[in-house]
T-cell receptor, first 110, second 114 residues
Framework: AQSVTQPDIHITVSEGASLELRCNYS??????LFWYVQSPGQGLQLLLK??????LVQGIKGFEAEFKRSQSSFNLRKPSVHWSDAAEYFC????????FGAGTRLTVKP | DGGITQSPKYLFRKEGQNVTLSCEQN?????MYWYRQDPGQGLRLIYY???????QKGDIAEGYSVSREKKESFPLTVTSAQKNPTAFYLC?????????????FGPGTRLLVL
């Protein structure tokens, strides 16, 4: 079955540390890939997306993601986390219909 | 400013009551969507509409109904048949069909049962 998986339900990092959030998908062909962020009680905001071309994608707020076809992954990274990055992060894939992962909640320690 | 508005922010439903959640967009987008969000389950698609006067069921349409009489508006009714309606409801829109297009989200409505 086609699906998108975020293996980590909750991650805690210290402010200033680097961050990597994992996303794996299982589709027959490369889907279109997205990362969204959601602050508590709010809607989702698009961080970045990958349709084709360069496999390293730059997004807003200093985030980037790398598409690795061989690993069916689209991991989100940030070199230095800020306290305001604490939120829930969703990976989504689109190959005819949009599917969301279950989300990873990020806590930032001072 | 262009965007998507949802109202109300909080909605309370009594048993056996139908309630309607509003979603309006001024982005001139053709497609609109309703998602339900429960803790630990991500977003699940309830209904979507690619053009006016047309809509399709998503994965969890039972107990819900929609209409799309205007391009800007896509209201969702939670009927009494939906036995577990407590959730966060998100509306989204995109330029055209779901394929390839980024979806933009409203701020959400939290539905609670009295």
């Amino acid at each position: 079955a086609q699906s998108v998986t975020q293996p980590d339900i909750h991650i805690t990092v210290s402010e200033g540390a680097s961050l990597e959030l994992r996303c794996n998908y299982s589709y027959g062909a490369t889907p279109y890939l997205f990362w969204y962020v959601q602050s508590p009680g709010q809607g989702l905001q698009l961080l970045l997306k990958y349709f084709s071309g360069d496999t390293l994608v730059q997004g807003i707020k200093g985030f980037e993601a790398e598409f690795k076809r061989s690993q069916s992954s689209f991991n989100l990274r940030k070199p230095s986390v800020h306290w305001s990055d604490a939120a829930e992060y969703f990976c989504a894939v689109d190959r005819g219909d949009m599917r969301f992962g279950a989300g990873t909640r990020l806590t930032v320690k001072p | 400013d262009g965007g998507i508005t949802q109202s109300p922010k909080y909605l309370f439903r009594k048993e056996g009551q139908n309630v309607t959640l509003s979603c309006e967009q001024n982005l001139n987008h053709d497609a609109m969507y309703w998602y339900r969000q429960d803790p630990g389950q991500g977003l699940r698609l309830i209904y979507y509409s690619q053009i006016v006067n047309d809509f399709q069921k998503g994965d969890i349409a039972e107990g819900y109904s929609v209409s799309r009489e205007k391009k800007e508006s896509f209201p969702l009714t939670v009927t009494s048949a939906q036995k577990n309606p407590t959730a966060f409801y998100l509306c989204a829109s995109s330029m055209r069909s779901p394929y390839q297009e980024t979806q933009y989200f409203g701020p959400g409505t939290r539905l609670l049962v009295l």
